[in-house]
């Protein structure tokens, strides 16, 4: 039972370089999110999903870009990686939009 | 602009006693309110919820009360476990809409054997 999975768990990048976080979860949920932690702060979204085709932006959306073209994947992408983005990001699903089911994060550092 | 605001960044009791996380919010359109449980190099997972309807819910060891006039929440572990050692984050959801889940910044419990 795989849950909600993420890859990759470590990347490091460099200033201007691009990535995708991938996020898959095989609980069929409707609602997909991604947080951000920073040390010392808490979770802090960044888009979320609640189907299909349908994103949203959250508190934190600038230089990230989503997609949901399956209920099951729901990728992050960072254009232009600056060092603001050092954090550790972390995937959620969720069937009722209340309790979330979380991936193990990945941990991002943009040098 | 914290909706969600954990004052206590660090907690330590003693194994067997009483552990109380507190949460405030300011948000009068959260109505509905999560306990999270995250240990190192994990994702958060879920604890226990309360409905605004409620004023106490009640998980083995775990009780969340609810405090509406003043818009605070508190988590109570009785007893305290070792094992209960990790960070616990309050988060809170409005309601209609898409429950957008707000996070409080977390308090770091640990347990002393």
């Known amino acids: 039972n795989a849950g909600v999975t993420q890859t990759p768990k470590f990347r490091i990048l460099k200033i201007g370089q691009s990535m995708t976080l991938q996020c898959a979860q095989d609980?069929?949920?409707?609602?997909m999110y991604w947080y951000r932690q920073d040390p010392g702060m808490g979770l802090k979204l960044i888009y979320y999903?609640?189907?299909?085709?349908?994103?949203d932006k959250g508190e934190v959306p600038n230089g990230y870009n989503v997609s949901r073209s399956t209920t099951e994947d729901f990728p992050l992408r960072l254009e232009l990686a600056a060092p603001s983005q050092t954090s550790v990001y972390f995937c959620?699903?969720?069937?009722?939009?209340?309790?979330?089911?979380f991936g193990e994060g990945s941990r991002l550092t943009v040098l | 602009d914290q909706q969600v605001k954990q004052n206590s960044p660090s907690l330590s009791v003693q194994e067997g006693r009483i552990s109380i996380l507190n949460c405030d919010y300011t948000?009068?359109?959260?109505?509905?309110f999560l306990w999270y449980k995250k240990y190192p190099a994990e994702g958060p997972t879920f604890l226990i919820s309360?409905?605004?309807?409620?004023d106490k819910n009640e998980d083995g060891r775990f009780t969340v009360f609810l405090n509406k006039s003043a818009k605070h929440l508190s988590l109570h572990i009785v007893p305290s476990q070792p094992g209960d050692s990790a960070v616990y984050f309050c988060?809170?959801?409005?309601?209609?809409?898409?429950?957008?889940?707000?996070f409080g910044t977390g308090t770091k419990l640990q347990v002393i054997p």
């Open positions: 999903s609640v189907g299909a085709g349908i994103t």
């Open positions: 309360i409905s605004s309807i409620k």
């Open positions: 948000n009068s359109m959260f109505d509905y």
């Open positions: 959620a699903s969720s069937y009722s939009g209340r309790e979330l089911f």
């Open positions: 988060a809170a959801s409005p309601s209609g809409g898409y429950q957008k889940v707000t």
């Open positions: 609980m069929n949920h409707n609602y």
